[in-house]
């Protein structure tokens, strides 16, 4: 088989395109500041003031968007640090665990690398989820290019 029909050479441009335009996003939209990427909003409960060291960028008289609850959770997933009473509806929020979760995890519990950790585990999924639909695209005889589709698809 040729390298150009290899599922795990897709599923790496995907992670590259998907880190390259986070990349290009951070540095021209929001100088610089990565934790925009969590769309926290001005008009929002305020962020835990145990994040304030972080800096956390802040969408101007906007409530912001599920990104800032996700963001909270992975510094507090087992509600030891009282971070929910910064979301708005936490049995709601706390469902939906698997990335933030999985973030605190790989940063060993750790704040200062927390934010690395969960882009590298939104990194990790674009990873397995265009390399699974490679996968699936070439057993069905389709060429697994069609894989970089899943960009696209709302998370």
């Known amino acids: ?6 599922p795990i050479w897709f599923a790496l441009v995907a992670v590259f395109s998907a ?13 610089g500041n990565w934790t925009a990427l ?8 305020a962020a ?8 956390i960028y802040l969408f101007p008289n906007s409530l912001g968007y599920d ?7 992975a510094h507090d997933p087992l509600f030891k640090r009282g971070f ?6 936490p049995r709601f929020r706390y469902r939906r665990i698997l990335v933030p979760f999985s973030a605190w995890l790989l940063a060993g519990g750790q704040d200062r690398f927390v934010d690395r950790a969960y882009l590298v585990t939104i990194w990790l999924w674009v ?12 057993e069905r005889g389709a060429h697994p290019g069609w894989s970089l589709a899943f960009l696209f698809v709302p998370p």
């Open 1 to 6: 088989m040729s390298w150009t029909r290899s």
């Open 19 to 31: 880190a390259a335009w986070q990349a290009l996003t951070v540095h021209y939209n929001y100088r």
């Open 38 to 45: 969590f769309c926290t909003g001005s008009r929002y409960a």
């Open 48 to 55: 835990p003031a145990e994040l304030s060291s972080e800096r």
């Open 67 to 73: 990104g800032q609850s996700y963001h909270y959770i």
């Open 84 to 89: 929910q009473s910064s979301l708005d509806c």
């Open 127 to 138: 990873f397995a989820g265009t390399l699974w639909t490679g996968l699936v695209a070439r």
